[in-house]
């Protein structure tokens, strides 16, 4: 657990909202000592914990309690939106292999966001391709932030100063440069890029430079590197650049090229990276942030298609980002639709879909990937959706 320090700050940030009182006894313990995991960071005044949940002294958060924790709405509180199909970057693990069509303009991307705000979302992240190659995305971010948090997902691509500041000014409040090795020749072979580790270098120093943006580095490790001990190796380097946080997830099976048992963590891989999170959060310093640990069963579970949506850069809708699959296109049918559909489909489990489900969107997509709406409905009739972590069982209780 955190510190008494930190406990104290939770606290007392958790008491500036009355509201909280009016929710469920049962979910505001499961909060806290959630919570209490990760150590407040005040950064630039508003209180952090981690990038995946909104400032706890932010409208978005207060959003959050009353609409999900209080009336405990159907809607998503998560969301991904691509800003742009374009990247300098051929990633070995990329999740958007495959998408292709016709990209959504910035007007379209604009009404993406505010009826995603209306469904009940809290919290979104630009991602891609690069979002940072959108023309328009301080004028998008700027629509979204004043009462969602707003996360940024790069590779540090067409980055500068400048435009660093114009994003915290339009309300970012979070941004995660892609950082997955400290060797840059690995780095590099990893993003099918030359030249990759040192951009993300001068990305994260310009990032750092601009006060209130709370800054970290994501990383997607795999299977052989976390049984090799290397992720400990990896979280030394990152603390030594002096970032916020480590945003870490393992290699998810979205690609032909990773269904297979070899790239795929085990429990036992999952639970070693909770125990580093847990272990390097009781110190000062770095926070780490292990998705694994955010959907584990032991939390709030896998949400993809339930609390978490992705719009990609063609306007086509997905559980998550690294669901290969498609329920329909924002130019075809209502986003509300959709979303009201997919959720029909995914009930909430405890643990990643992808992960136990490979195989199965394997045989069912024949190797050509995303899904079509069809084919993603023939999938879903055929999934065994396991129970659902401990949150969600108390959410839905009565």
């Known amino acids: 657990m955190a510190g008494m320090k930190d406990t104290l700050a939770l606290w007392k940030a958790l008491a500036g909202r009355p509201e909280i009182l009016l929710v469920r006894p049962s979910l505001v313990w499961f909060l806290n000592r959630y919570l209490g995991k990760f150590r407040v960071h005040n950064v630039g005044g508003r209180l952090i914990l981690h990038s995946h949940l909104p400032p706890l002294n932010s409208p978005a958060y207060g959003r959050f309690i009353r609409e999900h924790l209080r009336r405990r709405s159907d809607g998503p509180t998560h969301a991904q939106v691509g800003l742009s199909p374009l990247c300098p970057q ?65 590779t540090g691509c067409g980055l500068t ?85 480590a945003w870490i997830s393992e290699a998810k099976p979205s690609l032909p090229s990773f269904w297979s048992e070899d790239y795929v963590i085990a429990e036992e891989d999952r639970l070693r990276l909770v125990r580093l999170q847990d272990a390097y959060n009781k110190r000062d310093g770095l926070t780490v942030n292990y998705l694994g640990h955010f959907e584990g069963r032991e939390y709030f579970g896998c949400n993809a298609g339930h609390k978490m949506v992705y719009v990609d850069a063609f306007g086509d809708v997905s559980p998550c980002v690294f669901t290969p699959m498609s329920l329909g296109n924002i130019r075809q049918r209502p986003l509300a639709e959709i979303v009201r559909e997919m959720r029909s489909l995914f009930p909430s489990e405890e643990g990643c879909f992808m992960n136990r489900n490979y195989k199965l969107l394997a045989d069912v997509s024949g190797g050509r990937i995303p899904l079509s709406p069809e084919k993603t409905r023939t999938m879903l009739r055929k999934v065994g959706f396991g129970p659902r972590a401990r949150f969600m069982r108390l959410y839905y209780s009565r």
């Open 90 to 154: 051929k990633c070995v693990y990329c999740y958007n292999r495959g998408r292709k069509g016709r990209p959504l303009d910035t007007e379209s991307i604009l009404r993406v966001v505010r009826e995603l705000r209306e469904l009940g979302v809290v919290w979104m992240g630009w991602t891609g391709g690069e979002p940072l190659l959108n023309r328009d995305i301080v004028r998008i971010t700027e629509s979204a932030a004043h009462d969602c948090a707003v996360k940024l997902f790069t």
């Open 161 to 245: 100063k400048d435009l660093a500041r114009d994003l915290a000014k339009a309300g970012l409040f979070s941004v995660s440069v892609s950082l997955d090795d400290w060797r840059e020749r690995e780095h590099d072979r990893s993003r099918g890029r030359k030249g990759a580790y040192r951009e993300a270098f001068k990305a994260i120093e310009m990032l750092l430079g601009v006060d209130g943006l709370h800054v970290g580095v994501s990383s997607v490790l795999s299977r052989a590197g976390i049984r090799r001990g290397e992720t400990e190796e990896l979280l030394a380097f990152l603390e030594s650049l002096g970032v916020h946080e």
